[in-house]
């Protein structure tokens, strides 16, 4: 720890009701979630304005309304059993008595938090910035898609003014955040709703021979399936959701699988009443679908599609960046990260360290296109899958888990592994130079893992004094400091 100008700042003597709303979270709470409050918590995470740009993307690859559906359906399922996956893996608690649990558990947390903040949350907060740009910027381009150097220049802008927002204030994120959240699954369910009262008033021609002109490659589904993988971003839900869970063990399960499912059906509506509403010639990745779906159904104009998808997108934005600072935080205060990460501004009482690396990181991302982007973050929860599903198998085998969250068959573990290999495998293939540089980031963060050895603390020297001018810079600079709970 380097020598700071600066007291440490316990959390306790931070104003008692700012803390309890600051995106940091660090506080001990009761288990005061009921089984309805984390279904909605779970669907609130898990509904993605990435819909906005897969459901053209997937009518594209798909050549027809019924192979679109299937995609649909079997990206919700794999999403699915994935959530349970991680869920049950990353909230196991081992058994202190049993051998070579501290390096088993040491690994699972690091390759957590690597594949989560530096790889799955800032791309995908650079997706939908690049997504929301497009949306913001597409009025201007009547005829044609918008320029791509001023899609990324837009995008630059929204993630730092976001971050921006979050240094600033302690509580606005957090309540824009439950606003954006609220308005995009009122506009998700007005969009189905708009889709079932058209099926109601007989307009269902479009429904007859619903596979016609199918495109049964394998490349094709296989691309689809991943823009059906990144819409479903609800895969991990945080600790601090489980742990605040009455019941854990009997009721998470099902409430994921609720939650999610619930999810899947209100995507499928959405998309058919896409098919339904649109001709076939707008729903194409180069149009901006809920523009076109805007000035077809309410009769409003274009703008009205372009503020909904304006605030899905910012509410999406700020929650992937509060979940990567909680993350940040976290992960320092247990000894897995520098200590710099735990630091809060002493005026604003917010992790500025963990929220100008997340902005960081997000900004080279945006040298990647969109398309690009999904497959890079499919690729990665792929590979995470994977890990997850072989150590689930090897921790029941191995006896090294002394507590269950809940206790999966290994049926499920297994039903996942073999699609996640799969579409690793496929994606290697055809789009090989996104998929190459997620691996080679992943084995970058094992090497890390054990040159640091941040959980055993065998760190070497020189790292451990870069750590130390991080921190005192932080502190001098930034004006933070430590925060002990």
Known sequence: ???????????????????????????????????????????????????????????????????????????????????????????????????????VEGLRT???????????????????????????????????????????????????????????????????????????????????????????????????NVFRGSAWEITPISLALCAAVFSYWGQTIPKHLIHETKHQKRKLPLAIVLSLSLVMVVYILDNTAYFIMLDKIVVTPGQTIQLNFADHSYGLGKWLGQAAVVICCFGSIISSMMTSSRLFVNGSIEGDLPDVFSMLHITWLTPVPALLLNCVITLVYFFADIVSLIYYIVFTYCLFMVLACVGLLYLRWAKLVVHWLFELPPTVPALCLI???????????????????????????????????????????????????????????????????
Not at 29 to 58: D, Q, T, W, Y
Not at 449 to 467: C, D
């Open 110 to 208: 690091f390759i957590h938090l690597w594949l989560t903040l530096l790889m799955l949350e800032p791309a995908f907060q650079a997706a939908i910035a690049l997504i929301l740009s497009t949306y913001l910027l597409q009025p201007f381009f009547h005829h044609c898609s918008p320029c791509s150097i001023a899609v990324r220049i837009t995008a630059i802008f929204i993630i730092c003014f976001l971050t921006m927002l979050n240094s600033l204030f302690v509580t606005l994120g957090s309540k824009l955040q439950r606003f954006c959240n609220c308005f995009m699954i009122l506009v998700l369910l007005s969009i189905a709703a708009a889709g079932i009262v058209k099926m109601s008033q007989g307009n269902i021609s479009k429904l007859k």
């Open 1 to 103: 720890m380097a020598n700071s100008e600066y007291n440490s700042l316990p959390v306790n003597d931070v104003v008692d009701d700012e803390v309890e709303t600051a995106q940091i979270g660090i506080e001990r709470l009761k288990k005061e979630h009921s089984f309805i409050h984390f279904i909605c918590l779970v669907v609130f995470k898990a509904f993605s304005p990435g819909i906005f740009f897969s459901s053209a993307f997937i009518f594209q690859l798909s050549g027809s309304y019924g192979l679109a559906t299937s995609i649909w359906c079997a990206g919700g399922l794999f999403s699915l059993l994935g959530t349970l996956c991680l869920t049950e893996v990353l909230n196991s608690t081992f058994d202190p008595r049993a051998q070579g649990h501290v390096h």
């Open 419 to 485: 699609p996640s290999i799969l579409l690793a495998i496929l994606q290697l293939r055809y789009t090989w130079t996104t998929s190459l540089a997620s691996a080679v980031l992943f084995l970058a963060g094992l090497a890390v893992y054990y040159l640091a050895r941040v959980r055993s603390g065998q760190t070497p020297a020189t790292i451990l004094s870069l750590f130390d001018c991080m921190t005192m810079y932080s502190q001098l600079l930034g004006n933070c400091c430590e925060m002990k709970v």
